[in-house]
């Protein structure tokens, strides 16, 4: 069984930062993406970014030069540092785990940017 738990959301004025963290836990293959993904009602969940195993990144054009993603390495322990938060940024946040033929989600962090 796996497990994927976020956490870190919360209410935060633009400008600002949040750090998301999230652990996945079970039987894991050792190679394997762990992701963050966003989604506002009424639309399909978007990427935001991803780390594999390997260290291999990747950035959808909405977080780059803002956003850090990164791992514990030989874990699958993953953060995001969102900076320079906007409101376009408020979502329901989610952390994917992905290997083999197997993927896994977390039940979400809610962010909101907002004076």
């Known amino acids: 069984q796996v497990q994927v738990v976020e956490s870190g959301g919360g209410l935060v004025q633009p400008g600002g930062s949040l750090r998301l963290s999230c652990v996945a836990s079970g039987n894991i293959f050792r190679i394997n993406v762990m992701g963050w993904y966003r989604q506002v009602p009424g639309k399909q969940r978007e990427l935001v970014a991803t780390?594999?195993?390997?260290?291999?990144?990747n950035y959808a054009d909405s977080a780059k030069g803002r956003f850090t993603i990164s791992r514990d390495s030989g874990k699958t322990t993953v953060y995001l540092q969102m900076n320079s938060l906007q409101p376009e940024d408020t979502a329901v946040y989610f952390c994917s785990l992905k290997f083999t033929r197997y993927e896994f989600w977390g039940q979400g962090t809610r962010v909101t940017v907002s004076s």
């Open positions: 780390i594999t195993s390997g260290m291999t990144i």
